[in-house]
């Protein structure tokens, strides 16, 4: 079997069976589907109810991955990937928009002609968070972790962008992840995968849009403690990838948890039917946490000369100009519009 298909998200029983419908459409079968039930009590049973008839549909390509005691995104995915019989996994949520019949067909193609232990798309977020970023990284070059640390520094801190090789997913089974109020990004994951890897590629274009919704509970002092746990990580496997990670973690602090705190929206219909964006802000003393965060890594970063002494900091680009605006003026920018 070449792609295990794992849905972190499954809170909602309609989108569950819009998504098991459209899969069925797939022009290709050479997969299988792992649905980690991650709602309340109630959701989960929803859930469960209609599975039989696609059990009959799917035999054993479809499996359910059900955590009675510990509901995290990141314990979920461990558990899929303890189970996952495809070459490949690929994160793929049920509360996608929408499927299109040769998704399953474009991944098994890419992880094919690409023989890397992480592939990683272009990701573009959709919902509540608007994104299509531009390429951080050369596309279609195959890179040896082992040799060049550039990725670490510059790859998508999402789960839900990478097509991971089944050697390397064994490999990160029996890691513990302290942190379980976590999101679908599960950031600490992606890096902890990017460690054991041996090698990556860097594809410019995106395969599926992913749904970020406004609901997604964002922790700034959570965010931090996972890096915490990753830089603990090069600790204990020797990697001498500091500056890679530190720069990655100032990159994701200041500028996309800036960003999906401050640039919420979401698009809904009215009962004359008729599109309006509404602009939702996160909550203003959650910002104001943030804010007291950021204020303390930089000035982390500021005692230790991280920012004259790593080469990412450096360099001549638009992500470093921005992380090198003081917050005042960073909250009224554009940031992910800049990024684009």
């Known amino acids: 079997m070449k792609l295990s298909l794992i849905s972190l998200e499954t809170?909602?029983?309609?989108?569950?069976?819009?998504?098991?419908?459209?899969?069925?459409?797939?022009?290709?079968?050479?997969?299988?589907?792992?649905?980690?039930?991650?709602?309340?009590?109630?959701?989960?049973?929803?859930?469960?109810?209609?599975?039989?008839?696609?059990?009959?549909?799917?035999?054993?390509?479809?499996?359910?991955?059900?955590?009675?005691?510990?509901?995290?995104?990141?314990?979920?995915?461990?558990?899929?990937?303890?189970?996952?019989?495809?070459?490949?996994?690929?994160?793929?949520?049920?509360d996608i928009s929408s499927i299109k019949y040769n998704y399953v067909e474009k991944m098994i193609e890419a992880s094919s002609s690409n023989d890397v232990e992480i592939l990683e798309f272009k990701p573009r977020l959709t919902?509540?968070?608007?994104?299509?970023?531009?390429?951080?990284?050369?596309?279609?070059?195959?890179?040896?972790?082992?040799?060049?640390?550039?990725?670490?520094?510059?790859?998508?801190?999402?789960?839900?962008?990478?097509?991971?090789?089944?050697?390397?997913?064994?490999?990160?089974?029996?890691?513990?992840?302290?942190?379980?109020?976590?999101?679908?990004?599960?950031?600490?994951?992606?890096?902890?995968?990017?460690?054991?890897?041996?090698?990556?590629?860097?594809?410019?274009?995106?395969?599926?849009?992913?749904?970020?919704?406004?609901?997604?509970?964002l922790s700034s002092k959570k965010s931090l403690n996972m890096f915490e746990d990753i830089e603990k990580y090069l600790v204990i496997s020797n990697r001498k990838l500091f500056e890679e990670i530190r720069y990655a973690k100032y990159y994701f602090i200041k500028l996309l948890m800036t960003a999906f705190l401050k640039e919420t929206n979401f698009t809904y219909k009215n009962i004359f039917k008729t599109k309006d964006d509404i602009s939702e802000k996160r909550g203003l003393i959650t910002f104001q946490k943030h804010v007291e965060i950021l204020g303390k890594l930089e000035s982390i970063y500021k005692t230790e000369n991280y920012f004259l002494t790593n080469p990412y900091f450096l360099r001549n680009n638009e992500e470093v100009t921005l992380m090198s605006m003081p917050i005042s003026k960073l909250k009224n920018t554009k940031i992910l519009k800049r990024l684009d």
């Open 127 to 217: 919902g509540s968070i608007s994104w299509k970023p531009l390429a951080r990284i050369v596309e279609r070059e195959k890179i040896d972790l082992t040799k060049n640390p550039l990725p670490f520094a510059y790859v998508y801190p999402f789960i839900f962008n990478k097509i991971i090789k089944k050697s390397v997913a064994q490999r990160v089974l029996k890691y513990k992840t302290k942190n379980l109020n976590d999101t679908k990004m599960s950031v600490e994951i992606n890096y902890i995968l990017m460690l054991e890897a041996k090698s990556y590629t860097y594809l410019d274009y995106r395969i599926f849009r992913e749904n970020f919704p406004s609901d997604m509970w």
């Open 11 to 94: 809170k909602n029983v309609e989108n569950v069976k819009n998504y098991l419908d459209s899969l069925l459409e797939q022009n290709s079968v050479d997969f299988e589907i792992i649905l980690c039930l991650n709602g309340k009590e109630s959701e989960n049973k929803q859930v469960l109810n209609i599975l039989p008839k696609y059990y009959e549909l799917f035999g054993n390509r479809l499996v359910v991955v059900y955590n009675s005691k510990i509901n995290s995104y990141q314990h979920n995915l461990l558990s899929a990937f303890r189970i996952m019989r495809g070459d490949y996994a690929v994160t793929f949520n049920s």
